[in-house]
Antibody, heavy 122, light 107 residues
Framework: QVQLVQSGADVKKPGASVKVSCRIS????????ISWVRQAPGQGLEWMGW????????NYVQNLQGKITMTTDTSTSTAYMELRNLTSDDTAVYYC???????????????WGQGVSVTVSS | DIQMTQSPSSLSASVGDRVTITCRAS??????LGWYQQKPGKAPKRLIY???SLQSGVPSRFSGSRSGTEFTLTISNLQPEDFATYYC?????????FGQGTKVEVK
């Protein structure tokens, strides 16, 4: 069965970076993309960006450009999302989701990781 | 960006009730809309895709419909496990955008 398993919770200081992983199983990694979505405490869902697992092409939401990097490792079927220069506004749960888009953002997220809590605090 | 206006933001209902949640898109999105259920501390789970297609394994009491740019999620015969927050998501236009969410609470 399709599974997306994310790394564990993390606590970071302001200005630091965090890198979250998302390891997939149950499907061919390179036949889909991966989107990342975050949810601040008590808030709604925010799409952050997408990466093609086929060719590594990325597309980030405008307000995170320069702060975010998404990568993949096809040898381990793992996607990564790195967020730099963290502030308290980045405190959130971060989800990866399977995206049907291989060459561009698809958006119909059918399977999700369990989520990773990232807390930014001094 | 396409705005998805979801209403109501919360509602109170009882087991057995029929519940309706609406998302209105700021422009046409064809049928490129999904509905998600999220329970506390859990990842969202897709219930409906392509506006009205039921995700495999999802109970048939969940249904989706579209009228122009207005999309509706209906839960008939609300069950105890259905108390949760529901979100719509449009993926017709970049970037994908979510509605603000509707919390379904026990009356």
């Amino acid at each position: 069965q399709v599974q997306l398993v994310q790394s564990g919770a993390d606590v970071k200081k302001p200005g630091a970076s965090v890198k979250v992983s998302c390891r997939i199983s149950g499907y061919t990694f390179t036949s889909f993309g991966i989107s990342w979505v975050r949810q601040a405490p008590g808030q709604g869902l925010e799409w952050m960006g997408w990466i093609s697992a086929y060719n590594g092409y990325t597309n980030y939401v405008q307000n995170l450009q320069g702060k975010i990097t998404m990568t993949t490792d096809t040898s381990t079927s793992t996607a990564y999302m790195e967020l730099r220069n963290l502030t308290s506004d980045d405190t959130a749960v971060y989800y990866c989701a399977r995206d049907p888009g291989v060459f561009s953002v698809g958006g119909g997220f059918d399977y999700w990781g369990q989520g990773v809590s990232v807390t930014v605090s001094s | 960006d396409i705005q998805m206006t979801q209403s109501p933001s919360s509602l109170s209902a009882s087991v057995g009730d029929r519940v309706t949640i609406t998302c209105r898109a700021s422009q046409g999105i064809r049928n490129d809309l999904g509905w998600y259920q999220q329970k506390p501390g859990k990842a969202p789970k897709r219930l409906i895709y392509a506006a009205s297609s039921l995700q495999s394994g999802v109970p048939s009491r969940f249904s989706g419909s579209r009228s122009g740019t207005e999309f509706t999620l209906t839960i008939s015969n609300l069950q105890p496990e259905d108390f949760a927050t529901y979100y719509c998501l449009q993926h017709y236009s970049y970037p994908p955008t979510f509605g603000q969410g509707t919390k379904v609470e026990v009356k």
